[in-house]
């Protein structure tokens, strides 16, 4: 996520509300941030940022192989021009 768009999914500065947030609240939809990358991306994301471990990926390799498939719609972002970075 930070990678993608130079932000935390988790709101706040101070380290204390960071972990409660990570606790209590749910990560920020990529597409609120950087809304190019469209909702392929965003489920990608979520799926990373899952609470629940049986929710992630099983392994890099495994998110990996599903970004690479077409045939499984919405993890692809399309290209954007204009970029803020």
Do not use: N, Y
Request: some cysteine; overall charge positive; charged content about 25%.
């Amino acid at each position: 996520f930070e990678l993608l768009t130079g932000e935390r999914p988790f709101a706040g500065h101070d380290p204390w509300k960071l972990v409660v947030s990570r606790f209590t609240d749910a990560p920020r939809r990529i597409t609120e941030v950087a809304p190019w990358l469209g909702p392929r991306w965003d489920r990608m994301l979520h799926r990373c940022l899952a609470r629940d471990p049986a929710a992630r990926w099983p392994s890099a390799a495994a998110a990996l192989a599903a970004v690479e498939q077409p045939e499984w719609p919405g993890l692809v972002a399309t290209p954007v021009r204009g970029r803020p970075w």
